[in-house]
């Protein structure tokens, strides 16, 4: 049998283990017989996309993100529609996608799953030309990534500081939304593109969301009126996969969304957790079954 070539693309900074080896465990753990293994270090932002981009330009059969929902980002962007498979290996603070996915948290456990070589085709899409994966959104909760991204901290509780100082803050506004024919006049604190089921950390924004139906979950979140009633009603709902029975909460599905903010205030945009600046309009598209991924067996 062919051996398989497999890049891994190691951010070295991501999350907070940073002296983990990742090398020498890929080493340990997987085949040697079944797999030749090379190793890059990120130096830089955009580095993973420039690796990614060179390993299928050689015909590398399987490139590993090893990082956060950020390096997963930039490594899987180029191989959306290319014959080279997708493995992720979580290593970073949220990893919301590996959450979806069930790839275990530990290293040796996330690589010993390539060994399998279980492979299923995942839907991706693009906010306003740019590629995500698990989730994107505008709002509230893309204010906290820019914030968030802007610390030096990580980590979920300097993260969950982040979402307590914006509450207060941020405020709701109106958005025009455009999908199936339909326009859809609405208020919202915020609103998530969700492919997958998972912000990070295990909270599922949007607990119906599939990375195999060909459509995406948008999620319009209204901000309470009482934040005794967020404490108490909604964010149970939301750390126990619920929050689809809140009545803070609309999800529409669709392929293709419009939406157009009615405010002149700034409207941020995240993508997959990274804050990507401030944007007039989004538009939404879904490209079913467009990259191949290595998963667990039963998922």
């Known amino acids: 049998m062919e051996k398989r070539r497999i890049l891994f693309i190691i951010n070295p900074i991501s999350g907070t283990r ?6 020498r465990i890929a080493r340990t753990t997987l085949d040697p017989t079944r797999f030749d293994m090379e190793f890059q270090m990120t130096r830089y932002k955009g580095h993973g996309a420039e690796l990614a981009r060179d390993a299928v330009t050689a015909g590398v059969d399987i490139v ?12 899987a962007t180029q191989l959306v529609g290319t014959s080279t498979t997708f493995a992720l290996i979580p290593h970073g603070s949220g990893n919301g996608m590996a959450y979806h996915l069930h790839i275990p948290l530990h290293l ?3 690589i010993r799953i390539i060994n399998d070589m279980h492979v299923e085709p995942v839907d991706t899409c693009m906010v306003n030309g740019q590629h995500f994966f698990s989730v994107a959104g505008i709002g509230f909760d893309a204010k906290v990534a820019f914030d968030f991204n802007q610390d030096a901290h990580r980590g979920f509780s300097n993260y969950f500081k982040h979402i307590l100082k914006n509450y207060f803050h ?11 024919g339909k326009t859809l006049l609405c208020p919202a604190f915020f609103i998530t593109f969700a492919n997958s089921s998972q912000w990070g950390y295990n909270v599922k924004i949007a607990p119906m969301a599939s990375l195999q139906d060909g459509k995406l979950d948008i999620c319009i979140v209204k901000k309470p009126k009482l934040f005794l ?3 108490n009603v909604d964010l149970p709902k939301l750390l126990t996969s619920h929050f ?3 009545n803070i ?9 419009h939406i157009i903010p009615q405010t002149e205030e700034p409207t941020y945009l995240h993508i997959d957790g990274d804050a990507a ?8 598209q879904v490209f079913p079954q467009s990259l191949k991924v290595i998963v667990p067996r039963g998922i």
């Not at 590993?64 to 490594?75: R, S």
């Not at 600046?277 to 939404?284: F, K, N, R, S, T």
Request: net charge negative.
């Open 18 to 23: 940073h002296s983990d080896n990742i090398e």
């Open 64 to 75: 590993a993100a090893a990082g956060g929902d950020g390096t997963m980002n930039e490594v």
């Open 108 to 110: 040796q456990k996330a």
């Open 170 to 180: 941020y405020r709701q506004v109106n958005y025009k939304i455009e999908y199936d």
């Open 229 to 231: 009633k967020l404490l």
């Open 244 to 246: 689809d029975r809140s």
């Open 249 to 257: 909460v609309k999800y529409i599905q669709s392929e293709h969304i």
């Open 277 to 284: 600046g401030i944007v007039q309009e989004i538009d939404l």
